[in-house]
């Protein structure tokens, strides 16, 4: 019997980028999705940090940028948002001033960004509900005027840091299928990378 196109389709690969204030969360959610760590003390970014994550139900690989809140190294942000798919924009729920970063995050986006990213803001830090400066009304309020996708996450507890990054894949386009004939009569689905990569098509 053939195989359903669902196991014929190629992996898709994204570029996923955070950015957000430093401190905000940013490398622990990361280390908490792709290897399952947290750290009390997590040293600060230093340019930005490379990582990958497969996931095989929904066929696609993660290639994930992790960049440094640290002021100084603003200018180089583009670099790593630049092509991507997918973006998370990272807050602290306990700092109103790094909502605030957030949302000129966002902006830059907006006006630089591919205008088909996908965006996210997580307000991290939801274990500290006690220290709460930023209310979940706001949050939800600003990330549906400007579409973004918005959940509360804890890096520490590890809530809703796998539903973040597999909600982000499941709204990834899906690479479009170009059905190629095949010796044998039968169908094979390919996507567009596969095409361009057989064409040495680069970059
Ligand atoms: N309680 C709590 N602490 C967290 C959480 N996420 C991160 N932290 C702590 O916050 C601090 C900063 O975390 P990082 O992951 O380094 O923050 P970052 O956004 O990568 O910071 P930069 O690399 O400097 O931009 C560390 O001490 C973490 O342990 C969380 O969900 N809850
Ligand atoms: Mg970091």
Known sequence: ???PVSELAQQQTAKLV?????GSGKSSLVLRYVKG???????STVGAAFLTKTLPDLNVKFEIWDTAGQERYHSLAPMYYRGAAAAIIVYDITSPDSFTRAKSWVRELQRQGNPAMIMALAGNKADLESQRAVSVEEAQAYAAENGLYYLETSAKTAANVNELFEEIARKLPKPEAAPRQVQG???VLENQQAQDRRKGACC
């Not at 955070?18 to 430093?22: A, N, S, T, V």
Request: charge should be negative.
């Open 1 to 3: 019997m053939a195989a």
């Open 185 to 187: 009569g039968g169908i």
């Open 37 to 43: 760590q947290f750290f009390d003390y997590q040293a």
């Open 18 to 22: 955070l950015l957000g204030e430093m």
